[in-house]
């Protein structure tokens, strides 16, 4: 189609084709030559109502090692701030030739409406509490590349569930892919209507990670949270966090990954970031490779929205 909005929209093989085109490009992200011309003559434009380093960062990487003309544009720098609206940004964007507006917003279902108003492909890095979809196919993209496949295997995610866009998007992506998918956290950040969607709810962290082929960690989202919301800080790292006594609890050959920032210390422990299990780092080289593959699917789609080779 000609946005990507989030993974509960696209199918299997959809998701599956695009983590394929990301094996080629990680071969560019990781090789002392980052220049192609996949994406010469596009205008790619990052806009973001919310703070970014990775997604922001990559996004821009990827434009850049494609040949692409790149641009951010933030609101509290920008013409927002004097009170313009979403449309009328998304608009004068367009308006300006851009191919792509890659967008993060804080409210649930904004790129779906800008997408609706503009010529350009819109990627959604990050909307509200609903979806992250680029961060979950870098995610499974990792979890592809370490354990070859990701039907059957059993995905457990650990953390702030309630906040996480991540937690959706990969349980859309996962559970469409064939992963037996749990959550778990404080009863206070775990939605009521989480099982309908398919996955299992743990009340303790050990039960949730117990024989787990792949453990995520969510960070503790306090800027969504409510004043005075249960649990503390302190009390989450004593409930919840995970440390190497807990990993063990994990198959032995469990990967762990983590969206990230992390709060080291509260939701892995310092020696987990760093440990032979984790796939953090990777993630992020994994996060240019696939965000690289989605910039030229989509700007390949023909007058039907099919992809031309
Ligand atoms: N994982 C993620 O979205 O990180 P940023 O907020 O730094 O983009």
Redesign the pocket.
């Given at each position: 189609s000609k946005d990507l909005l989030g993974l509960r929209d696209i199918s299997a093989e959809e998701i599956q084709y695009i983590l394929d085109t990301a094996k080629t490009m990680k071969y560019i992200v990781t090789s002392n030559n980052k220049k192609t011309a996949h994406l010469q003559g596009k205008s790619i434009i990052t806009l973001f109502y919310e703070?970014?380093?990775?997604?922001?960062l990559s996004f821009e990487l990827a434009s850049k090692y494609m040949g692409a003309s790149a641009a951010n544009i933030s609101a509290s720098s920008s013409s927002v701030s004097k009170g313009e609206t979403l449309l009328d940004t998304g608009k004068t964007i367009d308006m300006m030739g851009s191919d792509i507006i890659i967008m993060r917003h804080p409210m649930s279902g904004a790129p779906h409406l800008l997408a609706k108003n503009v010529r350009s492909s819109v990627i959604n890095a990050?909307d509200g509490m609903n979806e992250?979809p680029t961060?979950a196919l870098l995610d499974m993209f990792t979890i592809l590349d370490k354990k070859g496949t990701i039907k059957g295997l059993k995905v457990s995610i650990v953390g702030d569930i309630l906040h996480s866009r991540v937690a959706r998007s990969n349980i859309w992506g996962l559970t469409k892919l064939g992963a037996e998918v749990s959550v778990s956290g404080p009863a206070t950040l775990i939605p009521r209507d989480i099982e309908m969607l398919g996955v299992k709810v743990y009340s303790t962290v050990q039960e949730a990670i117990l024989d787990a082929d792949v453990v995520i960690g969510l960070r503790i989202q306090l800027e969504r949270q409510k004043k005075g919301l249960f649990p503390t800080i302190r009390e989450y790292s004593r409930f919840f966090g995970i440390d190497d006594k807990r990993l063990k609890l994990a198959r032995e050959d469990a990967v762990v990954l983590h969206?990230?920032?992390v709060n080291r210390g509260v939701e892995l422990s310092s020696s987990v970031i760093d440990g032979e299990q984790s796939y953090i780092n990777e993630q992020v080289t994994n996060g240019v490779a696939v965000r690289m593959a989605l910039l030229y699917l989509l700007t390949r789609r023909g007058s039907n929205n099919e992809i031309v080779d």
């Open positions: 703070n970014s380093t990775r997604t922001r990050g992250h961060q969206p990230g920032p």
